[in-house]
């Protein structure tokens, strides 16, 4: 049975964006209504849903499927924060995410942001 949790319950913003924006990577609030990529082990407030220029799309709220890196996040919450190359990975300092699906093979995380 193939599962698919694509664009579920997802709520999408416009921010000016301070820099080149790649899809499916997190990002931070850099300064009031503007958005960067997110940093090495730095906590995130979404993903890039699109980008043009200085504005993209940031998905705030849903179900996200992005790659991750390092050890795989387990199942359940669990603490993740960006990689600084546009996935994610566990951390410590990290929001705490509903994690219900891995891809071992595709290296993706499926969480409820």
């Known amino acids: 049975m193939f599962i698919c949790h694509e664009n579920e319950g997802q709520l999408c913003t416009t921010f000016q964006s ?5 899809v499916g990577a997190p990002c931070t609030m850099a300064y009031s209504n503007i958005i960067k990529t ?6 995130f407030v979404g993903i890039i849903a699109s980008a043009r220029g200085n504005i993209a799309s ?4 849903g179900l996200v ?5 390092g050890n795989m996040p387990s199942i359940g919450f669990t603490a993740l924060v960006a990689d ?9 300092s990290g ?7 891995v891809d071992t093979n595709a290296k993706t995380v499926t969480f409820l942001i």
């Open 95 to 101: 929001n705490t995410y509903a994690i219900v699906a």
């Open 58 to 61: 940031v998905i705030m709220r």
């Open 84 to 92: 600084g190359t546009g996935k994610v990975k566990m951390g410590e």
């Open 65 to 69: 499927t992005v790659g991750y890196s």
């Open 18 to 22: 301070a820099g080149e924006m790649t």
């Open 38 to 43: 997110s940093d090495a082990d730095e906590a």
